[in-house]
């Protein structure tokens, strides 16, 4: 029974980019049931005032429409160092909640905080992130990633990020790493590319 999620960043009760994460749960749910009845998350989601806690809500969705709506509190984690991690036949373009491949490709990062997976030589996302790396003058974002996410395509959009392929044996050739996703903002982690922080 297939299962998916979207999780999605709360401010102050106001829900962020919430018609991205309309059509992307829309979209997985035209593919795998050819529903013709869309769901709008407006009518699921209860504003949530915490003062200024980044609030993480999860929705889960199944085949019948939402199956759950969960609010936590968010911490971003703290990442410094990450590792390349090869799989040609990792799979996620939709955002499943069976992240059991991913989450073995993580369990390799071994002494670094978080892990940079290629799949046929070309970089893809980190564990939880798209990502973007800079050349000195404009970030550029994989073409092809494991999840196309939601903040991804508004920075796309915007024409903030540029889609390009990138070799892993190239990324040397740029400057710095952005991880980005619907809860951590463009810029909110900025890693430097040299020996020390990628391994």
Same mark, same amino acid.
């Given at each position: 029974?297939? *299962?998916?999620? %979207?999780?999605?960043?709360?401010?102050?009760?106001?829900?962020?980019?919430?018609?991205?994460? /309309?059509? @992307?749960? /829309?979209?997985? @749910?035209?593919?795998?049931? *050819?529903?013709?009845?869309?769901?709008? &998350?407006?009518?699921?989601?209860?504003? *949530?005032?915490?003062?200024?806690?980044?609030? !993480?809500?999860?929705? &889960?969705? +199944? #085949?019948?429409?939402?199956?759950?709506?969960?609010?936590?509190?968010? =911490?971003?984690? /703290?990442? !410094?160092?990450?590792?390349?991690?090869?799989?040609?036949?990792? %799979?996620? @373009?939709?955002?499943?909640?069976? @992240?059991? =491949?991913?989450?073995?490709?993580?369990?390799?990062?071994?002494?670094?905080?978080?892990?940079?997976?290629? !799949? /046929?030589?070309? &970089?893809?996302?980190?564990?939880?992130?798209?990502?973007?790396?800079?050349?000195?003058?404009?970030?550029?974002?994989?073409?092809?990633?494991?999840?196309?996410?939601? !903040?991804?395509?508004?920075?796309? %959009?915007? +024409?903030?990020?540029?889609?390009?392929?990138?070799?892993?044996?190239?990324?040397? #050739?740029?400057?710095?790493?952005? &991880?980005?996703?619907?809860?951590?903002?463009f810029g909110d982690i900025d890693i430097p590319i040299n020996k020390e922080s990628l391994s």
């Amino acid at each position: 029974m297939y *299962q998916f999620v %979207e999780t999605i960043k709360m401010i102050n009760g106001c829900v962020c980019n919430l018609s991205y994460h /309309n059509d @992307r749960l /829309n979209n997985t @749910r035209h593919y795998f049931w *050819q529903t013709d009845k869309d769901i709008d &998350l407006n009518d699921y989601i209860i504003p *949530q005032e915490n003062n200024n806690d980044i609030i !993480k809500v999860r929705v &889960l969705y +199944g #085949k019948d429409g939402i199956e759950d709506v969960s609010y936590s509190k968010y =911490a971003m984690r /703290n990442i !410094k160092r990450l590792k390349i991690v090869s799989d040609s036949n990792i %799979e996620y @373009r939709f955002k499943s909640a069976d @992240r059991s =491949a991913i989450n073995a490709l993580a369990d390799k990062k071994g002494d670094c905080d978080e892990i940079i997976i290629s !799949k /046929n030589s070309l &970089l893809t996302d980190s564990s939880f992130t798209n990502i973007a790396l800079f050349d000195g003058h404009s970030w550029y974002t994989p073409k092809h990633p494991l999840l196309k996410g939601t !903040k991804r395509a508004l920075l796309i %959009e915007k +024409g903030i990020i540029k889609e390009k392929d990138i070799l892993e044996n190239d990324i040397y #050739k740029y400057k710095a790493i952005r &991880l980005f996703n619907a809860m951590i903002e463009f810029g909110d982690i900025d890693i430097p590319i040299n020996k020390e922080s990628l391994s």
